[in-house]
């Protein structure tokens, strides 16, 4: 058998059969219909500050706090009242959903491409390379998150306390260093499993290279996996990023993100009387994580007919 015998294989469109099968799955559809009206309020942040008429940063304390100074609540001008600081509830979340997945996405993403490539090279060489990079997997998953992370977004500070390096690229970088491990684990074990199979042995008794093998061969079939540990691994990164900005060394405010919404509603115990200050962003970060974990469930479910039942 040949090269070009193999290359001339049948190759049947599959994709709209797929996309039959995603689509007859609730949890599917559940999912995507959540996950788009997230995406959606992200979008659309802007239309909603001009049609309200208030900027994430800007403050209104003559309309939007009382003769106490206590935030009044949800109004026509105001639809989930306003914080402390007289700014719009509202607003500030859905730029907080921007802040979300412009962190969360490409984290996810850089996480899942290194984790990829060391879990193939880790599981397709095997022997020693493979024990030395299993032994570095299990060094860094020992680190404890939130201490960690921590000390490195606190050498990205300057002498006058201001950033040396952007925030959301500090957080992004640090999100994936520790995300990058549970890919490489899930690609390592698909590949050991796949390196003794017959597809492998068939490309190296044809005498293919070992790259070829890997991208052409191996990657293809364990992508779709993947892709599905990315929709889990996603609302889990959300988090962590909602994590830091509560604990104060993520995004700062003013610029509203979800975790530091949260903070400031519970540093000023104003929740208590204005649940509207704490329901925007409390509710709009479990809505996103429930969207992305019941389509990760679904897809599953589609890619894995077997795992099911």
Request: avoid cysteine.
């Amino acid at each position: 058998m040949s090269v070009d015998l193999l290359d001339q294989r049948p190759v049947r469109n599959l994709t709209p059969r797929f996309l039959a099968r995603l689509w007859r799955e609730r949890s599917v559809r559940v999912g995507l219909t959540i996950v788009g009206l997230v995406l959606a309020a992200a979008l659309l942040a802007p239309v909603a500050a001009i049609l309200l008429g208030h900027g994430p940063t800007e403050q209104f304390a003559d309309a939007a706090l009382d003769e106490m100074g206590i935030p009044i609540g949800p109004s026509s001008s105001f639809p989930l009242g306003a914080d402390g600081n007289g700014r719009d509830v509202l607003v500030r979340t859905l730029y907080g959903a921007q802040i979300s997945l412009l962190v969360g996405i490409p984290a996810t993403t850089v996480a899942m491409i290194i984790g990829t490539l060391i879990g193939m090279v880790s599981g397709f060489l095997a022997g020693r390379v493979d024990r030395v990079i299993s032994q570095a997997i299990d060094v860094a998953m020992s680190f404890p998150f939130v201490v960690t992370a921590l000390s490195l977004l606190s050498l990205n500070r300057g002498d006058q306390g201001m950033p040396l390096i952007s925030p959301i690229l500090v957080i992004i970088l640090v999100i994936a260093l520790f995300s990058w491990t549970y890919f490489a684990r899930l690609t390592r074990g698909m590949v050991l499993e796949m390196r003794s199979g017959p597809m492998v042995e068939a490309s190296l008794v044809i005498g293919a290279s070992k790259a070829r093998i890997i991208f052409l061969d191996i990657l293809p079939n364990v992508l779709p996996t993947l892709l599905v540990y990315w929709a889990v691994q996603l609302p889990a990164n959300i988090v962590a990023e909602a994590t830091l900005s509560f604990l104060g060394v993520g995004i700062q405010a003013p610029v509203p993100s979800w975790g530091n919404m949260i903070a400031e509603a519970q540093r000023t115990s104003l929740y208590q009387d204005q649940p509207w200050f704490l329901a925007g962003p409390g509710l709009a970060l479990f809505v996103t994580v429930v969207g992305f974990n019941t389509l990760s469930s679904g897809l599953r479910s589609v890619l894995d007919p077997h795992g099911r039942h």
